[in-house]
């Protein structure tokens, strides 16, 4: 199965408002009516996919084909977190009360237990940030796509597409999806064959939908 890969520039962070929305929404609705010959002209491809030289220029304009995330929390910002946390806080003002009722010894105590507290609240949430960070570098998700002038590979007498990073995909590429495959990016089905699609998560059904290269006529008429 074919597909076009729409997402530009999904590695930036898109801008807040509901217009913004308005017009991505309706803008690959537009792509979804488009026949492939149209949809394939407005991308500037071909159905045997893009050039390395075209995808890296593509690349370099749109930016990686990636959710954005916010920046990892600095150490330091972590642990001031982790020091003024209400609890804490309190035990704060308890020990500089004990402090000025002249009780230096209690005082000692509480700071201490603040202190040794935080640091070891700190040392477990910055190791947890840590291993979570490298397990999300260890996995990831790749996509086959259709290139020009790459030397296709067989898999079981099918001539099958180039293996990349997801990351790396590109407004116009050609990406070919097979059983139990994700789908990588907003795409536009060019070919089809009993493909079925799991979106629960999108929208609550529990068996998988059959799509179809062309949006049907009462979908059309639906969304125009």
């Known amino acids: ?53 075209e995808a890296k220029q593509r690349l370099g304009k749109s930016g990686l084909n990636e959710i954005a995330r916010e920046k990892p929390i600095a150490w330091y910002v972590q642990l001031l977190k982790t020091v003024t946390n209400p609890l804490s806080l309190l035990l704060i003002v308890i020990a500089t009360i004990s402090l000025l009722t002249g009780s230096p010894t209690a005082a000692l105590i509480i700071f201490a237990m603040v202190i040794f507290g935080g640091l070891l609240r700190f ?44 990351k790396l995909l590109v407004p116009g590429d050609v990406i070919f999806l097979s059983a139990g495959d994700m789908i990588p990016a907003d795409v536009r089905l060019i070919a089809t064959k009993d493909l079925f699609l799991s979106q629960s998560t999108l929208t609550g059904e529990s068996l998988p939908t059959e799509k179809h290269p062309e949006l049907p006529d009462h979908r059309k008429t639906h969304w125009s």
């Open 1 to 53: 199965m074919k597909t076009l890969s729409q997402s530009p520039n999904s590695s930036k962070k898109p801008k807040t408002g509901s217009s913004s929305s308005g017009d991505a929404s309706n803008a690959l609705i537009d792509i979804a009516q488009h026949d492939v010959d149209g949809v394939l002209h407005l991308f500037d491809t071909s159905l045997e996919g893009l050039t390395e030289t």
């Open 123 to 166: 040392s477990q949430e910055f190791q947890s940030n840590k291993a979570a960070e490298k397990l999300r570098e260890m996995v990831s998700a790749t996509a086959t796509v259709s290139r020009l002038g790459a030397a296709p590979k067989k898999e079981k007498g099918i001539t099958a597409g180039k293996e990349i990073a997801v």
